[in-house]
């Protein structure tokens, strides 16, 4: 039984894309699962180290961090619509991995690859929580989202790094520049946070993303001729659904229902 585990996973290795299998953390999907498996530790311990100690206070790391990553959210948007553009006879609507070595094509595997590193980058946003004692951030929706999207695009990296992956990479990038941006401004002080009125619209955004991607993925199930594996979209699919629910769930807590007790208040 061991063995054939071991066959198979050594088969599916040997089936990734050749253009990414020497590249960082592609190899094997070990170096990842080790990252996951310290940023799990992190979070479970991360609290318990901080509680008798004072909050850090990380006002300019974290401006420079937040606008950091708007700048590579910002770079990442942009290499996935100049790789994609480029492609000659791209399909938008559900394209294959094509593995040959046209410069766009490498374009696209590249920038596929960065978005999956940005990923571990992302888990930073976790340890600041943790580090200025902001415990109540770190929610299971939080780290839920941190783990699963670095395990979902190391698959794609390792297996179809290229084509119609652009979608979902492309406008979750949309939505970090915007996030990040607002986290930027918030890390500013108080006198800055009167023009965040807009905090609440942020989840709203992130809802519609995960809506616009289940349509488009819907969509591309019914091109028959479309060459893009089902199973990747049936996985992204999912995903998407579990993350539509959780982000429907916590803006329901955090902004209807808390709206509905304030107006429950006031009128006793």
């Not at 006002?59 to 959210?73: C, E, M, P, Q, T």
């Not at 941006?181 to 023009?195: C, D, N, T």
């Amino acid at each position: 039984m061991m063995e054939r585990i071991v066959d198979h996973y050594h088969t599916a290795m040997e089936l990734g894309d050749p253009r990414t299998a020497n590249w960082p953390f592609m190899s094997t999907p070990w170096s990842t699962l080790l990252l996951v498996f310290l940023y799990v530790m992190i979070v479970s311990l991360g609290p318990r180290v901080m509680k008798s100690r004072e909050a850090f206070d990380l006002k300019a790391i974290l401006v420079i961090y937040n606008f950091g990553l708007v700048i590579l959210s910002t770079y990442m948007l942009y290499e996935y619509l100049a790789s994609v553009s480029s492609t000659p006879g791209f399909n938008y609507w559900c394209q294959g991995v094509d593995p040959g070595n046209h410069p766009s094509l490498l374009r696209h595997a590249s920038v596929t690859w960065l978005y999956f590193i940005s990923k571990f980058i992302e888990f930073f946003d976790t340890f600041f929580f943790i580090l200025r004692k902001k415990d109540n951030q770190v929610s299971f929706l939080h780290v839920y989202h941190h783990i699963s999207v670095c395990l979902l695009w190391w698959t794609v990296v390792k297996w179809n790094p290229g084509g119609t992956t652009y979608f979902g990479a492309s406008l979750n990038c949309f939505v970090h520049i915007v996030m990040y941006f607002y986290y930027m401004v918030s890390a500013l002080g108080p006198k800055y946070r009167k023009y965040l009125w807009w905090k609440k619209y942020l989840t709203s955004l992130q809802m519609i993303q995960f809506t616009m991607l289940l349509v488009y993925i819907l969509h591309a199930i019914t091109i028959k001729d479309c060459t893009f594996p089902r199973w990747v979209l049936g996985l992204f699919f999912c995903y998407g659904i579990s993350l539509l629910i959780l982000f429907a769930n916590f803006f329901a807590k955090s902004y209807i229902n808390r709206v509905t007790a304030e107006k429950g208040q006031k009128s006793n």
